[in-house]
């Protein structure tokens, strides 16, 4: 049911979509001048209606829970179904265009489906692959396959899916997109003049039949494999001039020419590898700052270590991203002055065909001169600056100018990870080199010294009697610190020896009542842990009460855990506390009961 709502619903709003462009569909019919350009309207509208309808039964499909029943081959069935049955429809709906503009167009219509067969393939195959890479690259088998390798495997699944994925969307770009080819002898000197001169005399270039100031490469070349195509938005002929025209052809062929779509896709591998190295990373340095913040009290602060690495690893996607950006940004750069160094465009009509396309002239006025003054709030320029594919045209003008007043070479350009470096080598300069330096060292030395202290400490203890141990006023001040700056307390050491006099002595000295009771839960001393539970359990806080019941679980201490557990304070303990013990103490106790 859900499939055939989704289903009416496409056609419901492509026949909206055709009665609010009914008027201007037939006129572009009746005004085409060949039956080859009303075949590519016809076409065009109808590849979009079958895509619409097909996205809608993915959508219906990805909703519901048999999603992963119908599967790949499923999906493509449900495609040459959904083509049959809107053929059947979408020929009715051309004869009724044909009786009302008095032309004839089923029979050619019909002829250039069946000519283009393979857009099929590509149509199918776009949502398949796209398919494919969240249930196979992610949910394969690629640990298996790949063993300790996988992240490699799982890099070159990302990278086979993504190629062909850019391969069909060429093809479907040329149907889903009203394009022809072009014809105008004018153009087709200054096209072909230019596609010589960098060497790709065969590349495929067509008009898109929309409104769009525009103009755009797609497609890869790999090896004897081509399929890029270079589209340019009809109403180039009427905005740019020919000199101006053929500054845009430059432009878009320099993308070419320094092959910037294949960089993309690597540039993109590279953030994606270095997004999922640096987010591990971060979260180990953060769990193990905020266990060495924390000592043993670290599990109880699970929620604030979690939340630091969230935001710590979304700042650094952000980060990843806004270089992404940089590098594409700088391709822009690259091709403006690839196009004037090295095709020899004109630098005027460059700039003037700049300032045409990227002015708003379907805008109002009003909008046309806030958008002229960059209105855009604070948040709209940062994003804008650092997450938009294109350099704004001011920056755009005053690279192509620096470059050219001062010859530089036509890829010249400092990336935003070479100005962080700039900066750190600032930093590293000997005035602020030397202090920072000297500090390090200075905390280093303290550091190893306390280290040492604190070791040679452990092992008096160990040997030490308990009267030595008693009158040792340093211990009494240390008793509560670690002796590696990360780990048990000097107090751990004391209730190692269960002697009860020790650990009264150091709790009348200030010892922590909550991590004493820990420490001796892990002795697995039934006798100690029940007389100072009893004896302090009233001045224990929640959280304290949870880390040794915690301990207990941990180190599979059965009679201390059952104490706790049926103390009276377990009743009242948090629902999630009482749910993390009772998962370690099962976990711990099911090795035991297989031997059993």
């Given amino acids: 049911m859900l499939y055939v709502l989704f289903l009416t619903i496409a056609i419901a709003y492509n026949w909206w979509k055709f009665t609010k462009e009914r008027e201007a569909l037939l006129a572009s019919l009746i005004e085409a001048k060949s039956v080859t350009h009303r075949e590519m309207i016809l076409s065009h509208h109808f590849y979009v209606f079958i895509f619409e309808g097909f996205l809608g039964f993915i959508a219906a499909h990805f909703i519901t829970e048999r999603a992963l029943a119908i599967g790949m081959l499923g999906l493509g069935t449900v495609y040459l179904i959904l083509l049959f049955l809107g053929f059947i429809v979408y020929i009715n709906f051309v004869k009724l265009l044909e009786r009302q503009i008095q032309v004839p167009l089923t029979e050619s219509f019909r002829k250039n489906l069946f000519k283009e067969i393979r857009v099929n393939f590509a149509l199918v195959l776009l949502p398949i692959l796209i398919y494919s890479l969240i249930n196979i690259t992610f949910q394969g088998n690629v ?3 790949w063993g300790s390798l996988w992240f490699i495997g799982l890099i070159f699944n990302i990278l086979f899916v993504s190629t062909l994925t850019i391969v069909c969307t060429v093809i479907i770009m040329l149907k889903l997109i009203p394009n022809r080819e072009i014809s105008e002898p004018e153009y087709l000197e200054l096209i072909n003049r230019r596609l010589e001169q960098i060497g790709i005399p065969n590349m495929r270039v067509r008009w898109v039949e929309t409104d769009i100031k525009n103009a755009f490469v797609v497609g890869l070349k790999l090896l004897r494999f081509s399929n890029q195509t270079m589209f340019l938005g009809k109403s180039l002929r009427t905005t740019l001039t020919m ?70 690893c979304l700042a650094w996607i952000v980060f990843n991203y806004a270089l992404l950006f940089d590098t594409i940004r700088s391709h822009e750069y690259e091709a403006d002055a690839y196009a004037v160094m090295e095709l020899k465009a004109s630098l005027p009509a460059w700039q003037s065909a700049l300032e045409k396309l990227t002015t708003p002239d379907e805008l109002p006025d009003y909008l046309k001169a806030r958008t002229n003054r960059g209105e855009k709030g604070w948040f709209g320029s940062w994003f804008s600056k650092y997450f938009s594919t294109h350099p704004s045209l001011n920056a755009r003008i005053e690279s192509l100018n620096k470059k050219v007043d001062r010859n530089l070479p036509f890829n010249y350009y400092v990336s935003s990870a070479q100005k962080v470096r700039r900066r750190l080598a600032y930093v590293l300069q000997w005035k602020v080199a030397v202090p920072l330096t000297t500090a390090f060292i200075i905390m280093l030395t303290w550091t190893a010294v306390n ?8 092992a008096w203890i160990d040997g030490a009697t308990t009267e030595q141990i008693k009158s040792n006023t340093d211990l009494i001040s240390r008793i509560n610190t670690s002796p590696t700056f990360v ?31 820990v420490y001796i839960s892990q002795l697995k001393d039934f006798n100690l842990l029940e007389k100072y539970y009893a004896r302090y359990q009233h001045k224990l806080s929640e959280d304290e009460y949870f880390l040794i019941l915690r301990k207990t679980a941990q180190v599979d201490f059965t009679d201390g855990y059952r104490y706790l557990v049926n103390a009276k304070r377990f009743e009242d303990l948090n629902p999630v506390y009482k749910e993390d013990v009772s998962r370690i103490f099962q976990m711990k106790r099911s090795p035991a009961s297989v031997k059993k």
Avoid: Q
């Fill in 143 to 145: 640990n298996e396959e």
């Fill in 243 to 312: 000199e101006e025209f053929d500054a845009v052809i430059c432009h878009e062929l320099s993308h070419v020419a320094n092959r910037h779509i294949h960089k993309r896709m690597m540039d993109l591998m590279k953030n994606f590898v270095s997004v999922i190295i640096g987010v591990g990373f971060l979260m180990f340095i953060v769990i193990g700052l905020s266990f060495l913040y924390w000592g043993e009290d670290g599990t109880l602060h699970t929620g604030t270590t979690a939340f630091i690495s969230i935001i710590l």
């Fill in 451 to 458: 280290f040492k202290r604190g070791h040679e400490m452990v």
């Fill in 487 to 517: 780990g048990h307390s000097m107090m751990f050491y004391v209730v190692k020896k269960a002697d009860p006099a020790l650990i009264d002595h150091f709790i009348e000295h200030g010892a922590d009542k909550g991590k004493t009771l």
